[in-house]
């Protein structure tokens, strides 16, 4: 059995969902919902979609957005990704003096 842990978001939890975890055998970690969520990539999907559609930017194409993808991905600053690596005792201090509610993270 695999397990996996998810943010329990409503395309997560629908029956649909929970009905082919289960055929696959895919076990779901317990997780409370509305949780703080520890992981830095959550920062950077953030970081990477303002940085997309900065003042109200559209694409006329789905070729042009992966395009603007790529090369934001691609110049993303390190030292930003090491911030926020670097900032994992604070958020798991955070979240325990909070007894896991909502923190600045």
């Known amino acids: 059995m695999v397990n996996f842990q998810q943010d329990n978001a409503l395309s997560l939890t629908s029956h649909e969902t929970k009905t082919w975890l289960q055929q696959n055998k895919i076990q779901i970690l317990?997780?409370?919902?509305?949780?703080?969520?520890?992981?830095?990539?959550?920062?950077?999907?953030?970081?990477?979609?303002?940085?997309f559609f900065a003042g109200g930017r559209q694409y006329h194409s789905g070729v042009d957005l992966i395009h603007e993808i790529h090369?934001?991905?691609?110049?993303?600053?390190?030292?930003?990704?090491?911030?926020?690596?670097?900032?994992?005792?604070?958020?798991?201090?955070?979240?325990?003096?909070?007894?896991?509610?909502?923190?600045?993270?």
């Open 30 to 51: 317990d997780w409370p919902s509305n949780s703080p969520d520890l992981n830095i990539i959550e920062n950077v999907w953030g970081y990477l979609s303002r940085q």
């Open 71 to 105: 090369k934001t991905w691609n110049n993303l600053n390190i030292n930003y990704i090491r911030s926020l690596y670097e900032s994992i005792p604070d958020r798991i201090f955070d979240i325990i003096k909070s007894n896991g509610k909502y923190t600045k993270y």
